[in-house]
């Protein structure tokens, strides 16, 4: 969802004057939507900026993302950093990848994501905690 | 020596992008939820160049990660999917001083990351850097907070032209979008 949300705001805000870059570690997602310009980084999600305790890893990803935005020659620029997060790739494999989840977890995904929805809805309805 | 030896110089097969539109599918049907997501999908792609160079641009910088909520439970680092961290609305703050964002109302990879580095999801500090060394003009005053939520329309005709809005008020000419 949030990769798909800032797809929508990159693209709307360069229809209005405002060039943008993507910085995330959903290629399918944000390429699916169309975006001008996106940094992937292949990494688990929550670290498109670089990896953890890493300030050289944040800079160098940083300033590849400058790069982009000033170089793309066209919409739907990709890069890639070539940044490895392991050199086992297996960490893969594992992001809500059902073939790996027994189902007795799957029962107990499906509680807790129903008990989450719930809070969410909650929030969202109360017209003080949207500010 | 079979095919498959004569070309171990490649990847193994898993060693590409993950593929999230169809783990997700397939997790939520499997969970018992029948109706697909139907994921945004553009055949066109707007293109602005930018009109001055990036030392002499200002930029701002958009997030989805929240502020720390002290009451709302477990944020992290290391914070399981908590949905009462969530907002609704955009939100923005002073691109000058350091602030507290957590990620923990997002579906981030859980089993093989902590959120323990907001530098990791949210570089202002790091674009503060780029600023003073020169190689953007300037950070725009406010950073700006996107609100995930999974109905395009609310994305599309309230968000998106908030986040703009504001953008504008900040006078930026480039905007960098980080995504968790």
Redo the contacts between chains.
């Keep these: ?30 390429e ?5 310009r996106f940094l ?1 980084s ?12 890493d ?1 050289q890893s ?2 160098f ?3 590849l ?2 790069r982009v ?2 170089a793309a020659p ?3 620029t990709t890069v890639q950093s070539p940044l490895r ?1 392991s050199a086992d ?10 073939e790996r ?1 027994s189902p007795q977890e ?1 029962q107990r ?2 509680q ?2 129903d008990r ?2 719930e ?2 809805k909650t ?2 309805d109360e017209p003080a ?3 | 020596m079979s095919e498959q030896d004569e070309y171990r110089g490649f990847a193994p097969e898993h060693d590409a992008p993950i593929p999230y539109m169809k783990r997700i599918r397939d997790y939520y049907l499997a969970l018992g939820y029948g109706e697909p997501y139907r994921w945004a999908h553009y055949a066109e792609v707007p293109f602005q160049p930018l009109e001055r160079p990036l030392a002499e641009c200002r930029v701002a910088l958009i997030t989805t990660a929240a502020p720390y909520q002290p009451g709302k439970g477990d944020q992290g680092p290391g914070a399981p999917y908590n949905a009462a961290a969530k907002f609704y609305a955009v939100y923005s703050g002073d691109s000058a001083v350091d602030h507290d964002l957590r990620i923990s109302h997002i579906a981030i990879d859980r089993a093989h990351t902590t959120a323990e580095d907001s530098n990791t999801w949210f570089p202002l500090p790091q674009l503060r850097r780029c600023a003073a060394a020169g190689r953007i003009g300037e950070v725009a005053a406010r950073f700006h907070g996107a609100p995930t939520n999974r109905s395009h329309r609310t994305t599309l005709e309230t968000d998106c032209p908030e986040l703009l809005a504001r953008c504008r008020a900040d006078a930026a000419e480039a905007a960098i979008l980080v995504a968790n």
């Excluded at chain 1, 805000?13 to 870059?21: D, H, M, R, S, V």
């Excluded at chain 1, 990494?43 to 305790?53: E, K, W």
């Excluded at chain 1, 790739?89 to 059902?98: C, F, G, H, Q």
Aim: aromatic share 8%; hydrophobic share 45%.
């Design positions: 969802m949030c990769h798909q949300t800032v797809s929508l705001a990159a693209r709307h805000l360069e229809e209005n004057g405002i060039a943008t870059i993507v910085m995330g570690c959903a290629k399918d997602i944000v699916y939507c169309g975006v001008p992937f292949d990494f688990p999600l929550g670290n498109a900026a670089g990896r953890p305790q300030p944040q800079a990803t940083l300033e993302a400058l935005l000033e066209a919409a739907r997060w790739p297996s960490w893969k494999l594992d992001y809500s990848n059902i989840l799957i995904r499906r807790e994501f989450q929805k809070i969410a929030i969202r905690a949207a500010q």
